[in-house]
């Protein structure tokens, strides 16, 4: 696949306070009249949280262990992301999401406040991944390197700053979590983290069958866990982002399947930054009851 338009990297836009693109502003009235259905999921997650994981885990529950069925299109083609806009010239998530047939799965980056109401209004099911926020501004800084249409990342000191003051792509990281952690209490929200499916993947998907109301035999899950381990994703093209355009993803600067590791962030942070980090970490996450693991 070929890209007929110049690629440059996006601008951001905010939108009620959150910076977004300036593409996903310009139809931002548009994704906020999104009409959800009753048997929509939605994944929801902040950037880098493990989406694409959990992604794969639900398809192949979906689709009971069939491995075959869940490589008929890449992930991002199977779970469209509804304020995502490529170009104007394709296909919007929005436009993906109302071509697919349901139920539907449906991925989004977007904050609590900003998820379209009629995901409410429905009573829709949402999955909801967090990830340490040391691994997410690790993971999240080679990702802007490597997509050519985020914006620019500059150094990875200049990127840890511009990340803790909620100055990148749908927000603050940390308003993101405990939003949705509150929001958790009031709806049909699960919520994971990405420390826990890598600790024990069998537990965690089997959460996530319940949720989905799922029974499979014990070959299917044996299946299923076997399937989305990070170094199976790594070689499955359906998951790993490589059917994208290298002028789009640029998997030679740093590959979408990067480390699928826990505590990867000692490898970034500075002594000096380290600390800084955490400093600042326990004013903003103070007074709620979510806590993170930065190692297993
Ligand atoms: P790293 O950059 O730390 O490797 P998202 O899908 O939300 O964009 O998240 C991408 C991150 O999840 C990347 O993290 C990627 O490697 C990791 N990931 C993807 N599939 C995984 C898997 N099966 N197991 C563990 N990590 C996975």
Redesign the pocket.
Known sequence: TTVHWEVTRNEIAEVEGIPLTTRMYGIWDKIWAFQAKPDDLLIA?????????????VDMIQQDGDTKKCKRAAVYERIPFIEWVVHESLPSGLEQAEKIPSPRTLKT?LPVQLVPPSFWEQNCKIIY?A?NAK??A???Y??HRMNQIMPEPGTWEEFLEKYKAGKVLWGSWYDHVKGWWKAKDNHRILYLF?ED??ENPRREIQKVMKFLEKDLEKEVLDKIIQN???????DNPM??YTTKPPELMNHKI????????VG?WKNHFTVAQNERFDEDYEQKMEGISLTFRMEL
Not at 45 to 57: L, R, V
Not at 228 to 234: P, W
């Open positions: 997650t902040y950037a880098k949280a493990g989406t694409t994981w959990i992604q794969e885990i980056h991944v990830r691994d997410s690790v993971s999240y080679h990702f990405y499916i890598k989305t381990q990070f170094e199976n994703m790594k998951a790993n740093s590959p979408f399947m990067r480390k699928g590791a990867d």
